[in-house]
């Protein structure tokens, strides 16, 4: 198993007027480890809205050979399409392994529903030791730290059974060692998962990034390795090498306090 | 609910832990069962049978409130349902016992000689008390389906409740033939063949009533230890994480607010017998909002705690509307708006809520912790 393919093509979204996505073509091969990155209002953050069906979309978004266009969320999650948020959302009164067992848990029948958990299922032990969570399985998810909380995120989709992956910003607001345990993480999970990141980070995606599409005003600018990438005058000119900035950072990614608690 | 997670063997305190809920369980029972029908005079028991009505609503709203986070402030329709349909038997009952074929307000107000159609099915015992459970949650199913599918969510469903427990109250006042208007189905005599004057068939009532809080109790409490409850949880702390996982929240509510509409009307159901009527008066807006104040009181996510809850306000009223009247209805508001404002888990969470101001870690209240 090495996840499964999306196609986009010509994927369009319009609020009152504004192009926020406009004819955004996209491969993602099975396997891949991609990176989206773009300036701030490029769109990266509605194109998965779009092919989560959180917003509705033009074009045409192929998963599989399915079209997803049209799907509502939940259908779309259950054909093994999860995604996280740029704010970690996870159940805070529940604890982690509760969290985990209900996202392992959506194709569950009645009967099942109405019992008691016994025991763990084996996805979750499993999910526990990839994402480095299992001491901490019984707390309950409110007092994690934040890049825990984005890890238990992930061991969510993990256990979801999901074949692809579309994390937003995984890494904003991590601390350095935090942020290298999320790479080795997302490197561990691609081997069998396709897995798609909206980053900013320039570091991080040097670091990780197996290939790359940068967005620009609702287009796709360009796309390839992370040096072919890089080596393209026109993602200079729009992104990286504005002012000739070496390495521009629009988010404070390089704050190296972790956010402990939101409200 | 931490206590569900492990399978080895068990330290002396989490030995405690699992035999806590069943003997808490066997204590209210004999509380319920043996000490208060001895201790209590006949009046006070059906008075203690009135208020045990009011806290099966209560197991339901904790549920749907509670866990589920549904503001259902029009639990009156449910219990109404349940109550008329019940009600309704009861008075073909009476009726037949007399040789007669119409209710008594039938004869005095109707227009002709012949029952009403729909009248007619709840002659049959078994077909009445279906209803009085069926009907509300058909009814909620129908309505939870639109509103939940359609994401109405938070003050605007509790709205759309209300509204709909002032339209079935209005609606009953207007037909006077068929329904009793503002008076309700009054003056009913026998439950089922036993006479409801005698004193011992009051008492069996209230054994009845107790009974099914204990069963729906411990139904309720399988519930919000099932995954079902964990599940039900996650919805409402983030809808939409839910959806993201693969489950249709609205399906997840729709349980809830269905089971919660039936546990109102069997409670609604039960009240007839131990009361004596039903009424539009007991079922609107006010005796709505009056359903939630206990559970909000005691804890809405404690079902020990909505119970108890729904019991001591159902009492105070009784108490203070004798000697206040003008002052409960205000009372009422203030305990709602000072619970749901300041005290969200009740006075179930006050134990940990002091404790957290002690240890100086702020004042978040957790709404899961204590289950019964």
């Known amino acids: 198993m090495s996840g499964e393919g999306l196609t986009v093509r010509d994927l369009r979204v319009t609020f009152d007027g504004f192009k926020a996505v406009d004819g955004v073509d996209l491969d993602i091969r099975p396997g891949d480890l991609r990176f989206l990155i773009g300036p701030n209002g490029a769109g990266k953050t509605t194109l998965v809205d779009a092919v989560t069906g959180l917003v509705k979309s033009a074009g045409s978004v192929r998963f599989g050979g399915e079209e997803l266009i049209g ?32 996202a392992a848990g959506a194709g569950r029948g009645v009967w099942t529903m109405l019992r008691r958990r016994k025991g763990i299922p084996e996805a979750v032990t499993k999910a526990l030791e990839t994402t480095g969570l299992t001491e901490l399985h019984d707390r309950p998810a409110g007092v994690l730290a934040h890049g825990q909380k984005q890890w238990l995120e992930i061991g969510m989709l993990l256990v979801q059974d999901v074949k692809l992956l579309l994390l937003d910003e995984p890494v904003a607001g991590m601390s350095h060692d935090e942020r290298e345990a999320t790479g080795a993480l997302l490197q561990r999970v691609s081997e069998d998962h396709t897995v798609v990141v909206i980053e900013h980070d320039m570091d991080f995606m040097r670091s990780f990034a197996r290939s790359v599409s940068v967005l620009h005003a609702g287009k796709v600018l360009s796309e390839g390795s992370v040096a072919e990438v890089q080596a393209d005058p026109r993602v200079q000119e729009v992104y990286l090498g504005r002012a000739s900035e070496p390495e521009p950072a629009p988010e404070p990614a390089a704050a190296s306090v972790p956010v402990a608690e939101e409200a | 609910m ?49 208020y045990l009505c009011y806290a099966i609503v ?92 359609r994401r109405v969510k938070g003050a605007y469903f509790a709205i759309l409740s209300q509204a709909l427990a002032a339209a079935l109250a209005i609606w009953l006042v207007g037909q ?48 919000f230890v099932s995954r079902y409850g964990e599940l039900l949880i996650a919805v409402r702390d983030s809808e939409e994480r839910v959806r993201f996982l693969g489950y249709n929240p609205a399906n997840v509510k729709l349980v809830a607010y269905v089971i919660a509409a039936g546990m109102a009307g069997l409670a609604g159901a039960l009240f007839v017998p131990a009361v004596g009527i039903i009424s539009p008066a007991l079922i609107g807006i006010v005796p709505s909002i009056g359903f939630v104040i206990g559970a909000a009181v005691g804890g809405r996510a404690s ?21 206040f009247p003008a002052a409960w209805t205000y009372l009422q508001g203030l305990l709602f708006v000072v619970a749901v404002g300041f005290l969200p888990g009740g006075l179930a969470s006050l134990g940990i809520v002091l404790r957290k101001r002690r240890a100086g870690t702020g004042t978040g209240t957790r709404t899961t912790g204590e289950t019964a």
Request: proline fraction near 5%; glycine fraction near 10%.
């Open chain 2, 176 to 223: 006077q033939a068929t329904t009793g208007g503002t008076n309700g189905l009054t003056d009913i005599q026998g439950f089922f063949g036993y006479s409801l004057d005698d004193p011992v068939n009051q008492r069996m009532v209230y054994f009845i009533i107790a009974a099914v809080l204990l069963l729906l109790m411990a139904a309720a409490r399988q519930l």
């Open chain 1, 71 to 102: 799907k509502p969320v939940h259908r779309i999650a259950r054909m093994g399409i999860g995604r996280t948020f740029q704010t970690a959302t996870v159940f805070e009164e529940l604890t982690v392994l509760q969290n985990l067992d209900i």
């Open chain 2, 58 to 149: 209560a197991v339901g709203v904790s549920l749907a409130w509670g866990r589920g986070g549904l503001m259902v402030l029009g639990q009156g329709v449910f219990f109404g349902l349940g109550g008329y349909a019940m009600a309704m038997h009861l008075k073909l009952a009476d009726a037949a016992a007399t040789g007669q074929t119409l209710p008594d307000f039938m004869q005095l107000y109707g227009t002709g000689d012949t029952l009403p159609w729909w009248w007619e099915p709840f002659a049959n015992p078994a077909f009445a008390l279906a209803m009085t459970v069926l009907l509300p949650m058909a009814v909620a199913a129908l309505l939870g389906f639109f509103v939940f599918q």
């Open chain 2, 303 to 323: 079902l020990v705690g909505a119970v108890l809850g729904a019991i001591a306000v159902a009492w105070a009223q009784s108490t203070l509307s004798d000697a």
């Open chain 2, 2 to 50: 931490t206590t569900t997670t492990t399978t080895s063997p068990a330290p002396p305190v989490a030995l405690l832990e699992r035999f806590r809920v069943p003997a808490g369980f066997a204590l209210g029972a004999v509380l319920l069962l043996g000490v208060a029908p001895l201790a209590l005079s006949d009046f006070r028991l059906s008075l203690l049978a009135k």
